[in-house]
């Protein structure tokens, strides 16, 4: 397996990517970034997207995180996102959607193209999500747009198109490192501080230990009242999943195996003859 990383800058010249080399890739997972703008279709990685999009179609599978999973599903099914009243910050649980499960709450083979995806996926399945916008999973289903993961608190995280894995798209982040949430919440304390018309910044839900989320609302009070960015300097940061309430990294291993083993079943179907059986895939 060959594993390329390409690095494109929606504010640059599309020239400066390797595009036949994009297009040659088996699959890809085209991550997102912060919002520029305050509607979707302003954004300026809709255009990086669309091309994707359209350059990439012979990829068996492409994988859109984060806002370019936003930007994909406005380019394919016209659908818009919404801004949160507040941020979905923190690690929050997901069930396998109806659909994909039989009578006695288990995944169905066949039941849906893409339930190989969720297959060995222990329900609840944490995710951590980051984001001030959604596309809410009401929408999705209106829209056609399939829903393998859903959340009650969080909205969908996992979607496909109907042939369950040409196009998959990703609302949370199951890629986040032990610390990043932290970071992140880190980060937004320091915006504040620069500009405190800004909503103040929630703590990530179920992410820190009690003992932990305790001591950091202290800090958000006397950051409120000393506005002192030196109480930053201390700042907390998990240095292993063990350190935080959420591990989801077995999940998260658990669906990328899932992905990467349905991308190279479509792969190597698209490599039989007609009439000939394909050749078994064995397990990694």
């Given at each position: 397996?060959?594993?390329?990383?390409?690095?494109?800058?929606?504010?640059?010249?599309?020239?400066?990517?390797?595009?036949?080399?994009?297009?040659?890739?088996?699959?890809?997972?085209?991550?997102?970034?912060?919002?520029?703008?305050?509607?979707?279709?302003?954004?300026?990685?809709?255009?990086?997207?669309?091309?994707?999009?359209?350059?990439?179609?012979?990829?068996?599978?492409?994988?859109?995180?984060?806002?370019?999973?936003?930007?994909?599903?406005?380019?394919?099914?016209?659908?818009?996102?919404?801004?949160?009243?507040?941020?979905?910050?923190?690690?929050?649980?997901?069930?396998?959607?109806?659909?994909?499960l039989d009578r006695v709450g288990g995944v169905q083979p066949g039941a849906h193209p893409g339930t190989a995806l969720v297959e060995g996926l222990a329900t609840p399945v944490r995710v951590p999500h980051s984001r001030w916008n959604a596309m809410t999973s009401a929408d999705l289903r209106a829209a056609g747009v399939d829903i393998l993961l859903d959340s009650e608190e969080a909205e969908w995280h996992?979607?496909?198109?109907?042939?369950?894995?040409?196009?998959?798209?990703?609302?949370?982040?199951?890629?986040?490192?032990?610390?990043?949430?932290?970071?992140?919440?880190?980060?937004?304390?320091?915006?504040?501080?620069?500009?405190?018309?800004?909503?103040?910044?929630?703590?990530?839900?179920?992410?820190?230990?009690?003992?932990?989320?305790?001591?950091?609302?202290?800090?958000?009070?006397?950051?409120?009242?000393?506005?002192?960015?030196?109480?930053?300097?201390?700042?907390?940061?998990?240095?292993?999943?063990?350190?935080?309430?959420?591990?989801?990294?077995?999940?998260?291993?658990?669906?990328?195996?899932?992905?990467?083993?349905?991308?190279?079943?479509?792969?190597?179907?698209?490599?039989?003859?007609?009439?000939?059986?394909?050749?078994?895939?064995?397990?990694?």
């Amino acid at each position: 397996m060959t594993v390329a990383f390409f690095g494109i800058d929606p504010l640059r010249a599309s020239t400066d990517v390797d595009w036949p080399a994009l297009a040659a890739m088996d699959a890809l997972i085209i991550s997102g970034s912060e919002p520029k703008a305050a509607s979707i279709a302003a954004e300026p990685s809709l255009a990086v997207v669309d091309r994707i999009l359209r350059d990439c179609s012979g990829a068996a599978s492409l994988l859109f995180s984060c806002q370019s999973a936003h930007a994909a599903l406005h380019l394919l099914y016209g659908l818009e996102r919404h801004r949160l009243p507040y941020r979905a910050h923190g690690a929050f649980d997901h069930w396998v959607h109806s659909a994909a499960l039989d009578r006695v709450g288990g995944v169905q083979p066949g039941a849906h193209p893409g339930t190989a995806l969720v297959e060995g996926l222990a329900t609840p399945v944490r995710v951590p999500h980051s984001r001030w916008n959604a596309m809410t999973s009401a929408d999705l289903r209106a829209a056609g747009v399939d829903i393998l993961l859903d959340s009650e608190e969080a909205e969908w995280h996992l979607a496909t198109a109907p042939d369950g894995l040409r196009h998959l798209f990703l609302q949370g982040h199951p890629e986040y490192l032990p610390d990043t949430m932290a970071r992140e919440h880190r980060r937004d304390l320091r915006r504040w501080l620069s500009d405190p018309i800004r909503p103040f910044p929630g703590i990530p839900a179920r992410y820190f230990p009690h003992e932990t989320e305790q001591a950091l609302l202290d800090l958000a009070v006397r950051l409120r009242t000393t506005f002192d960015p030196a109480l930053l300097d201390g700042f907390p940061l998990p240095g292993r999943y063990s350190d935080v309430v959420a591990d989801w990294t077995a999940d998260a291993e658990v669906f990328f195996a899932n992905w990467l083993r349905a991308v190279a079943d479509a792969r190597a179907a698209s490599e039989v003859p007609t009439g000939t059986a394909p050749r078994p895939i064995p397990a990694t």
